[in-house]
């Protein structure tokens, strides 16, 4: 078992991968502007897509994307639970080519998977599948404050060199060719009671495994690491709901 196998393993059987709520989805689509007459929607990364069962009942049918297929079955089993099974269609497929043509999409939604590629890299991918006007909604791990604690400094810029705060996310965004719709932080609840709680249960059910793979050992040590801080230094950063639209210009045709 390698890194990537230990992390993936770690995070099925979860409802999502990352910090979040249904709440806050649904905060930040009460947040899109008007989308056209059946929208063409696609959830970037979608994990095990408790997002995406709430895209579907509020906006319509989507397709979820994911490298992991094990990912992708529990989404269309919870889906089929949910009477979701004709909205939500899924696609194995990484996020930083998942194939979609230029200009073909309407809003492409992304929680907790953008930091995979980086914020930059990951809007100048997207940008083009997306039509004139078309949204993009992302959260990404972000610096809340100006001068974080030393201790948080350390760990992320280890953990996420490429981590930056919402005015430099937000500059990036515009200069990658997006217009700001809006933002906001999500809130402590979807780091302690969406992700960690479920996500220390599942931790206490690996534990005898872990004993005989190193990489599972080294995950839910480095786990157990960022729950501590998180706790003790949550206030200086989080995960920040970005709602960009795509601007008319091409940045990369700027002199």
């Not at 402590?188 to 960690?196: C, M, R, S």
């Amino acid at each position: 078992m390698d890194q990537m196998q230990a992390l993936f393993l770690l995070h099925e059987g979860l409802a999502q991968c990352g910090p979040g709520s249904d709440a806050e989805t649904m905060r930040a689509v009460q947040l899109l502007p008007p989308l056209p007459p059946a929208p063409r929607i696609v959830d970037l990364g979608c994990g095990t897509g408790r997002q995406s069962l709430v895209l579907a009942r509020a906006l319509g049918p989507l397709e979820a994307v994911d490298i992991h297929q094990p990912f992708l079955d529990e989404l269309t089993a919870r889906a089929q639970a949910q009477g979701l099974a004709g909205r939500v269609a899924t696609r194995r497929a990484d996020m930083a080519a998942p194939g979609y043509a230029p200009a073909s999409l309407d809003l492409i939604w992304s929680e907790g998977a953008i930091y995979v590629l980086g914020f930059g890299r990951g809007l100048a991918l997207w940008r083009p599948m997306l039509r004139d006007g078309g949204l993009l909604a992302v959260t990404e791990l972000s610096w809340l404050v100006d001068d974080p604690p030393a201790e948080a400094a350390a760990h992320w810029g280890q953990a996420y060199p490429g981590m930056a705060g919402v005015a430099q996310n937000l500059a990036t965004a515009r200069q990658a060719g997006f217009a700001v719709v809006a933002h906001f932080a999500l809130s402590a609840e979807a780091w302690l009671d969406g992700y960690y709680g479920p996500l220390v249960r599942r931790m206490a059910e690996l534990t005898p495994l872990a004993r005989q793979e190193l990489a599972l050992a080294q995950a839910l040590d480095e786990t157990r690491l960022e729950l501590d801080l998180y706790r003790r230094h949550g206030q200086a950063y989080g995960y920040v709901f970005y709602i960009l639209r795509k601007s008319p210009h091409d940045p990369s045709r700027q002199a």
